[in-house]
């Protein structure tokens, strides 16, 4: 058997089971996330430990991002009798409002030791670049 010595984390523990703060598919949870750019593309990198690749969905609709994922037990409860179950079981999303400068067409997702990162390459026609000044006959003379 398993012992503690934090007595609040058993406090912890069933306040968030008597006020239903697990993941439903309705109500899910937040997922932790960290953002960034990093050269041409921004950089998404979310805290999904413990689920498995094909509990993890990714949508684009329009500019909205959505990632959902469900982490379920790893034991049979019909012959497991639980000593301790700390870890929370559930659904977890995020959502962001991605901007228009973004190519949402070429978004690339890559699952390791728990992280989802996702890298969304910026839009070509929001890159800075330099308007060639042409030389023309724009000027004409007036003659009398």
Same mark, same amino acid.
């Given at each position: 058997?398993? +012992? =503690?010595?934090?007595? #609040?984390?058993? #406090?912890?523990?069933?306040?968030?089971?008597?006020?239903?703060?697990?993941?439903?598919w309705? =109500?899910?949870?937040? &997922?932790? +996330?960290?953002?960034?750019?990093? %050269?041409?593309?921004?950089?998404?990198?979310?805290?999904?430990?413990?689920?498995?690749?094909?509990?993890?969905? *990714?949508? /684009? @609709?329009?500019?909205?991002?959505? &990632?959902?994922?469900?982490?379920?037990?790893?034991?049979?409860?019909?012959? /497991?009798?639980?000593?301790?179950?700390e870890?929370?079981?559930?659904v #977890?999303? =995020?959502?962001?409002?991605?901007?228009?400068?973004?190519d949402? !067409?070429? $978004?690339?997702?890559?699952?390791?030791? %728990? &992280?989802?990162?996702?890298? $969304?390459? $910026?839009? @070509?026609?929001?890159?800075?670049?330099?308007?060639? $000044?042409? !030389?023309?006959?724009?000027?004409?003379? *007036?003659?009398?």
């Amino acid at each position: 058997m398993l +012992m =503690r010595t934090d007595p #609040f984390r058993e #406090f912890d523990r069933l306040t968030q089971q008597l006020l239903g703060t697990t993941g439903t598919w309705s =109500r899910p949870s937040a &997922v932790p +996330m960290d953002a960034y750019r990093d %050269g041409d593309e921004y950089v998404i990198a979310l805290d999904l430990p413990g689920v498995s690749p094909d509990a993890i969905d *990714i949508d /684009v @609709e329009r500019n909205m991002l959505t &990632v959902k994922a469900e982490r379920r037990p790893l034991v049979n409860t019909d012959t /497991v009798q639980m000593e301790l179950s700390e870890r929370p079981l559930g659904v #977890f999303s =995020r959502q962001l409002v991605l901007a228009d400068t973004l190519d949402t !067409e070429r $978004i690339s997702a890559d699952y390791d030791a %728990g &992280v989802l990162t996702l890298r $969304i390459p $910026i839009a @070509e026609r929001a890159k800075p670049r330099k308007i060639a $000044i042409g !030389e023309g006959s724009g000027r004409k003379q *007036i003659s009398t």
